[in-house]
């Protein structure tokens, strides 16, 4: 119980965060500054730290996604839905 207390704790401040971020772009106080990311690169460092930090992406969707598009696949709604 404490745990998903801890975790919801989390998603709260995330958000918070989240909206003084919005306030602040829109009274131009913080710049947003556009670029170019490989998302397939991102996502296996974001999985990659969470293995590292323990937990299991074997049910994530996310490895899914950087899984097909490492090997050149289109998921389709069935094999999105058989993964899941």
Aim: net charge positive; charged share 30%.
């Amino acid at each position: 119980m404490l745990e998903t207390v801890n975790a919801d704790a989390d998603r709260v401040t995330r958000l918070i965060t989240e909206l003084l971020d919005v306030s602040r772009i829109e009274s131009g106080r913080l710049e947003v500054h556009r670029q170019l990311v490989d998302v397939t690169e991102r996502a296996g460092r974001i999985i990659a730290g969470r293995v590292a930090a323990g937990d299991n992406p074997a049910g994530s969707g996310l490895r899914y996604a950087v899984t097909c598009r490492r090997r050149g696949w289109t998921p389709t709604r069935s094999t999105r839905s058989s993964a899941t």
